[in-house]
């Protein structure tokens, strides 16, 4: 069983050093080799010792789990994730053989000392290209932790070698739910758009476009906690299943955002590898692409936001069965 493991280079601040060394690494307990503990228990006292003003159990508890599933849980084969100072990216490689190892001097520029031996792969992924539950489990704010959407990981890198083949007559729910949604009309997928935004937290979701204007569809304004607050602009496309979405049409959309917004591209189709450069490319507005399988993802994950006369129009019910 080869496993997947995130482990954050403070937020990508060192990837680079991470993937030029070799190695993966975490900062905490500089002071001490770790590489002979063979145990969650033996951390406790060196944590404790260490950051004597940590006295929450919970908050002691978390930092040595993630010590320990750096030291002990991650094994030589498995994969390691680490996300690129450019958010869009991620790293990754396999663990090598070697146990922890801990340096008493930096001569790269990381900081963290105790280290594993990691043979990263030299073209980074998109982040984007996964799923929703991935995307949702990169999230996390914890610095090591398991990555459960192991089989998708390991398709996505060319290795379904290591993960089982599904049963021969796999029920596709995927296509199943698109079929579905491919029954709405033009309009109707863009109001059902326009739901799903403000399911998603957006504020002032509104339908714009007409069908076939290869323009806008949708617009809604993200507030993230008073935070930061970001204009979206959306096209949303109906395309039969298997359509790959050219690079020309997000460009289309592209110049429709003015600059202090950023663009969504919505579909029931997939994109084309130049698309996905194109929705990046420094210098122009961002454009996040959605395709079917993540707008299943959404779906599923907002269901009971959407309104019950699109739920009747889909004939789908909890979980995007069919009712």
């Not at 009309?185 to 509104?206: C, I, M, N, P, R």
């Not at 039969?240 to 955002?257: D, F, H, Y």
């Not at 600059?259 to 450069?277: C, H, L, M, S, W």
């Not at 129009?313 to 979980?319: A, S, T, V």
Request: one cysteine or more; a negative charge; glycine letters at 10%.
């Amino acid at each position: 069983m080869n496993n997947v493991w995130c482990v954050r280079a403070d937020f990508g601040k060192y990837a680079e050093q991470f993937v030029a060394g070799g190695y993966a690494a975490i900062g905490w307990l500089d002071d001490t080799d770790l590489g002979g503990v063979k145990s969650r228990e033996e951390l406790y006292p060196l944590y404790q010792s260490a950051y004597p003003k940590d006295t929450s159990k919970i908050v002691i508890g978390q930092q040595v789990g993630q010590i320990a599933r750096f030291l002990l849980e991650i094994q030589a084969g498995d994969y390691v994730l680490t996300p690129s100072a450019n958010s869009e990216l991620v790293h990754y490689g396999e663990v090598g053989a070697d146990p922890s190892y801990f340096v008493g001097t930096v001569d790269d520029g990381c900081p963290y000392l105790q280290r594993r031996r990691v043979e990263w792969i030299k073209e980074p992924i998109l982040r984007t290209g996964f799923s929703v539950p991935f995307q949702n489990t990169m999230r996390s704010s914890l610095t090591v932790f398991s990555v459960s959407q192991r089989e998708e990981f390991l398709a996505a890198i060319g290795r379904q070698d290591l993960a089982p083949p599904p049963p021969a007559a796999e029920y596709d729910a995927y296509g199943a739910v698109l079929r579905q949604v491919l029954t709405l009309d033009a309009q109707e997928f863009e109001f059902l758009v326009g739901h799903l935004l403000t399911a998603l937290g957006f504020e002032g979701s509104e339908v714009t476009g007409k069908p076939g204007d290869g323009g806008v569809d949708a617009t809604g304004e993200l507030n993230v906690a008073n935070l930061a607050k970001v204009r979206v602009f959306v096209q949303a496309k109906r395309y039969k299943l298997g359509v790959r979405i050219s690079a020309n049409l997000v460009k289309q959309l592209r110049a429709s955002i003015p600059v202090n917004g950023q663009g969504a591209f919505i579909t029931t189709a997939d994109f084309q590898d130049k698309a996905a450069e194109v929705a990046l490319q420094p210098g122009f507005p961002r454009i996040g692409l959605v395709n079917g399988r993540q707008l299943v993802d959404l779906l599923v994950e907002h269901w009971d936001d959407i309104p019950q006369v699109f739920q009747d129009k889909l004939g789908l019910r909890r979980g995007l069965v069919l009712a």
